[in-house]
């Protein structure tokens, strides 16, 4: 089955504690970003990828990091971080060049206490 | 930079009534596309249907169809017949490809009720 993971879905964790958010997809898409899901403000895009060791800065990049090491893999680092990081994160991948469907997963619910 | 904005935050329809969900968005560009994407409680993001700027005829998939204003940056979305499934948050979204970035920007979405 065509499908985006994430793990873990949800996580509750503390200030400063460095985190990751794994993101793996099995379509072979060479296009990966992260989101991030606020009440009132939709989703934003944090980081993109578009193709391995290629990645580049979002809307709002700031405390967070990625690699792109593998195509299929694309985790999210949070090294720090802070209470303001709770929210909703979803990693999406499409086939490069289509702008057609961006395939997204389940999404992770993430607390910073 | 491009904007979305939905500007209903809630709607609530009977089952089987027709609903339209309105989406208005602000750009200098010709050549975009254009989104519906519904989210259920269960937060998934699904694609519900796509639209091309260049194309003038108005995208349709089942019980969904938009109506597309071009030239006054409209996209809403129609859902006929509608069903206890069609429950949940829908969001517009643009999508205008930079240097490779196949970046989505959302609307602040509408939340959908059908009641039976």
Same mark, same amino acid.
């Given at each position: 089955?065509?499908?985006?993971?994430?793990?873990?879905?949800?996580?509750?964790? =503390?200030?400063?504690? @460095?985190?990751?958010?794994?993101? /793996?997809?099995?379509?072979?898409?060479?296009?990966?970003?992260?989101?991030?899901?606020?009440?009132?403000?939709?989703?934003?895009?944090?980081?993109?990828?578009?193709? =391995?060791?290629?990645?580049? @800065?979002?809307?709002?990049?700031?405390?967070?990091?990625?690699?792109?090491?593998?195509?299929?893999?694309? #985790?999210?680092?949070?090294?720090?971080?802070?209470?303001?990081?709770?929210?909703?994160?979803? $990693?999406?991948?499409?086939?490069?060049?289509?702008?057609?469907?961006?395939?997204?997963?389940?999404?992770?619910?993430?607390?910073?206490? | 930079?491009?904007?979305?904005?939905?500007?209903?935050?809630?709607? /609530?329809?009977?089952?089987?009534?027709?609903?339209?969900?309105? $989406?208005?968005?602000?750009? &200098?560009?010709?050549?975009?596309?254009?989104?519906?994407?519904?989210? #259920?409680?269960?937060?998934?993001?699904?694609?519900?249907?796509?639209?091309?700027?260049? @194309?003038?005829?108005?995208?349709?998939?089942?019980?969904?169809?938009?109506?597309?204003? @071009?030239?006054?940056?409209?996209?809403?979305?129609?859902? &006929?017949? &509608?069903?206890?499934?069609?429950?949940?948050?829908?969001?517009?979204?643009?999508?205008? =490809?930079?240097?490779?970035?196949?970046?989505?920007?959302?609307?602040?979405?509408?939340?959908?009720?059908?009641?039976?």
């Amino acid at each position: 089955e065509a499908q985006v993971t994430q793990n873990p879905r949800y996580l509750i964790t =503390v200030t400063g504690k @460095k985190l990751t958010v794994t993101c /793996s997809q099995n379509m072979n898409h060479e296009y990966m970003s992260w989101y991030r899901q606020d009440p009132g403000l939709g989703l934003r895009q944090i980081y993109y990828s578009m193709n =391995v060791e290629v990645t580049d @800065k979002g809307d709002v990049p700031e405390g967070y990091k990625v690699s792109r090491k593998e195509k299929r893999n694309f #985790p999210l680092i949070l090294e720090s971080p802070s209470p303001n990081q709770t929210s909703l994160y979803f $990693c999406a991948s499409s086939p490069r060049g289509t702008a057609y469907e961006q395939y997204f997963g389940p999404g992770t619910r993430l607390t910073v206490t | 930079a491009q904007t979305v904005t939905q500007s209903q935050p809630e709607m /609530s329809v009977q089952e089987a009534e027709t609903v339209t969900l309105s $989406c208005t968005y602000d750009t &200098s560009e010709n050549n975009y596309y254009l989104f519906w994407y519904k989210q #259920p409680p269960s937060r998934q993001m699904i694609l519900v249907i796509r639209q091309e700027a260049y @194309k003038q005829q108005n995208a349709t998939e089942n019980r969904f169809s938009v109506n597309f204003q @071009k030239a006054a940056k409209s996209f809403s979305l129609k859902i &006929s017949d &509608s069903q206890l499934g069609d429950t949940a948050m829908y969001f517009c979204a643009f999508m205008k =490809v930079v240097g490779g970035n196949e970046k989505l920007t959302f609307g602040t979405g509408t939340r959908l009720t059908i009641i039976p």
